[in-house]
């Protein structure tokens, strides 16, 4: 059974995985991933995974061939989702047990398809789908908080070339999540507005930053960036939970994520990137003093060792200059 | 001018570095370090790089061989030591000149030896040049911080063959010390005791985490680590300054790093890797809520892409697996 256990001095919580255990030789013997051979994620292999727990389907029952978006349990999971939390001390230590859900959604049929090449309508799907898992997930009241993130590239974590993103139901709430929880709400304190809302309300006045904006949506290059090319997305008018957004809105979003990831693709040739969602954790809801968003990051720079260890970064690109470039490029 | 600024939800603080400045095509061109050539670390070779600001020598002028360690300033800082700070708001944002001290410990002349193969004696210099340039740098009273940090191999960050550390002296407090002085000081509220005191003497009593220990340290692996391997060295007696280390101390710290670096060596055959060293921040100083200590980082996993989004890591190997191995191993 893998374990939660949590950081005595931070607070942070970790999965420490124990069934997918490594050993020293382990991490020696890591090598590229094959290419070719038969992908478990393509239409016809549907019996490599775990049954289907959703799929947007054209045609066809449940694990065959006829969908556009299917949403598998990990074969591998980081968490289990049987069992109870199990939470006890060991000496001045937290623990639990590692219970969570793990899956993966298939974003599209077409192996060799990348996300920046998708239709508007096909990321919709995506979409729909990450909403519609919280949802199911969210009646689980083991759970927190579920993480949406999508790993693009080997150098930016995916093991498997076929398009997908990964869901992650968790029974605590991710320590960056927290930060932003109470960062905004001590800047709500002190202000009386969501902190992101002025954030919205300078980049749209002031324009430097801006990369791209919708109906309903900003893509910005936020202020202060960890990384090159960072690059967040942001609804325009407040709210605090992704998994409530209405058709409009999730096709607004489908639409400014795919020009956003296309100029991207185009301004950097096709780089390593991770998006994560940050939403309202379940047990706080529709808060005034927060404001989901989903996160791009893409993985240009080498140089992040002792990021880790000091949690400081060295930007060598000021956003204005990565927006600007992101603004102008042609895709 | 390189700026600092200040993301306005979560506090944390990024350099800008727009003197080295970044553009897509930078990124799309990095390409491995030339070997051979000239090495400007070298001995023979000093003029090749800005005047010593120190030095523990056998013989000779500064600026000329004979040395054992050699501290010069970083030809591309990342902050620029002179000018005042100039804190400023930009709207909604805050920000400041990128002020600081971006120095280069020069671990050694031999161009070939890697930090496990020094002899303790080699590496107490190396300590005593941290304890010296902070004391000296501390002086400046524009800056809050210093953080001495190593990369070990391309994939930690280093750039250059030629073992060296660095340091850059902070106008801030890197996030990672702000939160650890913050969690340090609830501890202390609740129970009364220095939270690293009570891990010391859990993991000795325990001793499954244990990977060393000796007169005036321990090496632990972390009850909760993000990542596979990380070790760190936490003094056995309560003290939460590093740079006020007495000689005995400073020996007895560079005699069990080096034996940890040399376990890990044997254990994962020369992996990449970070360390960096955590002490109370300038205008905090000898509290008894928080207590230094030097962090070991391996760099094994490449599986690290979305944990920067969510602050939330998956760790495939338990830190009690990770410690026998290392203290089971021959070196």
New interface residues.
Partial sequence: MPEL??????????????E?????HD??S?RPPRRGGVCPLCPGNESMTPPEVYSIRREGEPNTPGWDVRVVPNKFP?LKVEGSLGKSA????DRMNGIGAHEVIIETEEHEKDIFDFTEEQLFKVILSYRVRIQDLKNDRRFKYV?I?K?HG????A?LEHSHSQL?A?PIV???????MV??YN?YRFRDRC??C??VD?ELE?RERLVDDNAHFVAVA????????ETWIVPRHHSAVFETVDDEVASSLASILLTTLKRLNA???N??F???I?SSPFNEGEVEHYHWHL?I?P????????E????????????E?AAR?MREVNF
């Fill in positions: 256990r949590k950081d005595p001095i931070t607070g942070r919580w970790v999965i420490i995985s124990t997918r255990a490594k050993r020293p991490f020696a890591e980081a060991h000496g001045i230590y993480l993130f790993n080997r150098e930016a974590g093991s992650i968790l991710p320590k960056r999540v927290q930060e932003e960062g905004g800047y902190v992101y002025d954030i300078q002031e936020p202020y202060a960036p960890r990384f090159p090319f301004s950097l040739s780089p390593p991770n998006y994560v940050h996160e990051i993985k240009l720079t080498k140089v992040a060792g002792f880790w260890g000091s949690g400081f970064y060295i930007n060598p690109t000021p956003p200059e470039f």
